[in-house]
């Protein structure tokens, strides 16, 4: 995962407007006076936000012929990704996942017979049912993932305590939690999660290994 990447995300996800904007723009593309009336908030300040969700590749602007006027400039939100943050008193963990396929359904062709009413309320009807299948397994997920996220920050409560009473070094507690709650003796990780050098990580994980904590061949 790229930090500086998950920063500018944050920053433009974090204020409240911008996310309001963000759920319109992922049903519809809407324009901004549009938006600045559904929103109740002035056109200027509905620009300040585009620009900033534009500038994040959160959103882009395409010109769309008026029936009532000049081309008008539309929003659409263009970004796939899954943002997750842990936080609990023993674990902090950040993921950003970028989704890159699209269509994984096979839509059938564009032919006339689809377009009939009564075949696209057929279609639609079968949709909702995916949809509907869809959301019950992603429930699923999240409360399996509640679960296993509630047994590990118990596992590290008491790995903690352990290490505290084993380890009287700084350095050492820190790396051995991490590797620990990660799962990864990387060095360059370890030195980019800890802001340690790769140097300083390694003596420390010779000391920790003579202490038979650490099997460096893991």
């Known amino acids: 995962m790229d930090d500086m990447e998950l920063d500018i995300l944050l920053a433009a996800i974090g204020n409240p407007t911008r996310r309001r904007i963000l759920r319109r723009l992922v049903k519809e593309t809407h324009y901004p006076l549009q938006l600045s009336k559904e929103l109740s908030i002035s056109q200027q300040a509905i620009m300040k936000h585009l620009k900033v969700l534009e500038d994040s590749d959160l959103v882009r602007s395409v010109f769309r012929e008026s029936g009532s006027g000049p081309p008008r400039k539309w929003y659409v939100a263009t970004k796939r990704f899954t943002l997750v943050i842990d936080l609990a008193p023993e674990l902090f963990s950040e993921e950003l996942r970028i989704h890159d396929s699209e269509d994984i359904i ?113």
């Open 106 to 218: 096979e839509a059938e062709a564009d032919t006339d017979s689809l377009r009939k009413p009564d075949n696209l309320r057929l279609k639609l009807a079968e949709f909702m049912s995916h949809i509907e299948a869809v959301n019950s397994q992603l429930k699923e997920l999240s409360d399996k993932r509640d679960e296993l996220m509630s047994r590990k920050e118990h596992a590290m409560r008491y790995a903690n305590d352990i290490i505290e009473t084993l380890c009287d070094d700084y350095d050492e507690r820190k790396v051995m939690r991490y590797i620990i709650g990660e799962d990864d003796m990387d060095l360059t990780s370890i030195s980019d999660k800890l802001d340690m050098r790769e140097s300083e990580i390694e003596r420390v994980m010779r000391r920790l290994e003579k202490k038979g904590l650490l099997m460096l061949s893991k």
